[in-house]
C-alpha cells in the first residue's frame, strides 16, 4: 500500500496526468503495440467520456446564473 501523501487523487480531474497518458497511448498506436480489440476499447472509452463530459458541461450551464 502506498503512504498517504504519495497517491494520487485519481477522481479528481488533472490536465498533466490526461495529457501523458493521452501520449502513451498515441505513441503506443504509432508504434503498433495495440492490437484492434484496443483500438475498439479505446474508441468506446472516448465516446464515454465525451457523452460524461457534455452531460457536465450541460449540467453545470443550468447551474450557473446568467450573466
Not at 497518458?21 to 472516448?46: F, K, M, P, Y
Amino acid at each position: 500500500m502506498y503512504p498517504p501523501g504519495n497517491t494520487l487523487r485519481v477522481a479528481e480531474p488533472s490536465p498533466a496526468r490526461a495529457a501523458r497518458t493521452l501520449s502513451l497511448i498515441e505513441a503506443a498506436v504509432q508504434a503498433g503495440e495495440l492490437e484492434d480489440a484496443d483500438l475498439l476499447l479505446l474508441e468506446q472509452l472516448v465516446k464515454r467520456l465525451r457523452r460524461t463530459g457534455q452531460t457536465a458541461t450541460e449540467a453545470r450551464d443550468e447551474t450557473e446564473p446568467d450573466a
